[in-house]
């Protein structure tokens, strides 16, 4: 059972970078592939971005050139770095396989215009 905590969420102006990280208690070696989510209110949770254990990325159109999704499975955490920001981007942001049920209580972030 591994659980899940996102951090590094916050209040951005538009334009502005986040790094978000995602630090999970059990290992994440044998999880095929991590993913970070978002959701914003009244809106379905959606795939950001997706990395295999070999290293193979995938990111939603919205946001590919601008975010970059990393794993670390010595450290069991997975990153999220967050360039350009623009108020769409605005959503609590979450961390899991994309086949497991490990959701955390995810990180806020806010993009002002």
């Known amino acids: 059972q591994v659980q899940l905590v996102e951090s590094g969420g916050g209040l951005v102006q538009a334009g502005g970078s986040l790094r978000l990280s995602c630090a999970a208690s059990?290992?994440?070696?044998?999880?095929?592939?991590m993913a970070w989510y978002r959701q914003a209110p009244g809106k379905q949770r959606e795939l950001v971005a997706r990395?295999?254990?070999?290293?193979?990325?995938n990111y939603a159109d919205s946001v590919k050139g601008r975010f970059t999704i990393s794993r670390d499975n010595a450290k069991n955490t997975v990153s999220l770095r967050m360039n350009s920001l623009k108020p769409e981007d605005t959503a609590v942001y979450y961390c899991?396989?994309?086949?497991?049920?490990?959701w955390g209580q995810g990180t806020q972030v806010t993009v002002s215009a």
């Open positions: 899991n396989g994309d086949r497991t049920p490990y």
């Open positions: 059990g290992s994440i070696a044998s999880i095929y592939a």
């Open positions: 990395i295999t254990s070999d290293g193979w990325t």
